[in-house]
């Protein structure tokens, strides 16, 4: 199976700064889905397809990558942007996530 | 509005069985796959099930291949995850998700709140 690997796993940041998030595949993806979810509640699609925004996502948040790398970028982080982050491919069975980063606030 | 609701987790023993059952609504559940994800107390996310729309097609990983039967009823809306012979390890949040069609690169587009299961004697 394919193994997804999320860096880093614990992302600080402060308020107005822009951060890149990565997922690096063992194999080569043909897209990949990205994941946001909040304390307490259950994962929510954030970008589709490596770059698309999911109905509702803010344009802060953009995706990008290709191949074994992929990455999504927060242009300006906002209280509310605290959450684990998930990367998701299901180019090939079984589909498989990564690991998680935690995104907070300095 | 799009509604998915999970029941049907609790406490069970090792080598028990449980069943869980996922109510949707606000859409046609006819027409879209439907999958199960668990993600355990460390907040690992690993796909367990997935069904096609119509209920014809099964899909597993390894790690569960005959012990977690799916399967959906299309005149109720509803998606079952049938677990047998749990084990510790099983013990985790289980999420039954929509699978979007072509146009969203058939990502995992709703999510239920969950219903936790836990394996311990």
Known sequence: ????T???AI??????EEITLTCSASSSVSYMHWYQQKSGTSPKLLIYSTSNLASGVPSRFSGSGSGTFYSLTISSVEAEDAADYYCHQWSS????FGAGTKLELK | EVQLVESGGGLVKPGGSLKLSCAASGFTFSSYAMSWVRQSPEKRLEWVA???SGGSYTYYPDTVTGRFPISRDNAKNTLYLEMSSLRSEDTAMYYCARRGGSSLGYAMDYWGQGTSVTVSS
């Open chain 1, 11 to 16: 992302m600080s940041a402060s308020l107005g």
């Open chain 1, 6 to 8: 999320q860096s880093p």
């Open chain 2, 50 to 52: 997935e069904i096609s």
């Open chain 1, 1 to 4: 199976q394919i193994v997804l």
């Open chain 1, 93 to 96: 069975y079984p589909c498989t």
